[in-house]
């Protein structure tokens, strides 16, 4: 789901370029920051899966 947030912005900035549609590229420009957003919070629930991980491979396991 992450790539094609940015790929969206991409693809309607380029379109806006080549057709010389302004809006468009405009468009494209802004969706920069909702795929940033995109990508920082499927990151930060990457590390927080891997200190999870982490902490459960430490923790003494009882029989």
Do not use: H, Q
């Not at 380029?14 to 010389?20: A, C, I, K, Q, V």
């Not at 590229?25 to 920069?32: F, H, I, N, S, Y």
């Not at 990151?43 to 491979?57: D, G, P, Q, T, W």
């Amino acid at each position: 789901m992450v790539f094609p947030v940015g790929m969206y912005g991409v693809a309607t900035r380029e379109l806006g370029r080549s057709t010389g549609r302004w809006w468009m590229t405009a468009l494209g420009d802004g969706e920069v920051w909702p795929a940033a957003a995109v990508w920082l919070i499927v990151f930060s629930v990457m590390i927080k899966a891997l200190f999870r991980l982490l902490s459960e491979n430490r923790a003494p396991r009882l029989p």
